[in-house]
């Protein structure tokens, strides 16, 4: 069985700086102003960014006064590398299938 890998994720996650706020994520929970000053991005700019991570269920917010925090939603990420590594898997048990040329 074939597994196929997430590409709207991927493609969420190709973004440079939003794959920069991904691994930040990973270490701790940020605000947005944490995150300004980890990458250098404008806040217009992070708060776009932080809004596709929303919407693809990558990120969850928790507010704190008049702070919105990140968090990283490991799930997703696990789920990403599961089918990562049922691919890798499925080349392994493959590796010797060759179809015939015409």
């Given at each position: ?5 997430d ?8 973004d440079p700086?939003?794959?920069q ?6 270490r701790?929970?940020l605000?947005?102003?944490h995150?300004?000053?980890e990458t250098?991005?404008?806040?217009t700019?992070l708060?776009?960014?932080?809004r ?6 990558v990120?969850?917010?928790?507010p ?8 990283l ?5 696990a ?5 990562f590594?049922?691919?890798?898997e499925?080349?392994?048990t493959?590796?010797?299938n ?5």
């Amino acid at each position: 069985m074939m597994t196929s890998v997430d590409t709207d994720l991927m493609r969420v996650l190709a973004d440079p700086l939003r794959l920069q706020i991904v691994t930040l994520l990973a270490r701790e929970t940020l605000c947005s102003t944490h995150l300004i000053e980890e990458t250098g991005a404008k806040q217009t700019n992070l708060s776009n960014h932080l809004r596709v991570l929303r919407e693809a269920g990558v990120v969850e917010t928790e507010p704190c006064g008049r702070y919105m925090y990140y968090k990283l939603r490991p799930d997703v990420i696990a789920q990403l590398a599961g089918q990562f590594a049922d691919l890798a898997e499925s080349a392994r048990t493959a590796a010797d299938n060759k179809r015939a040329c015409p």
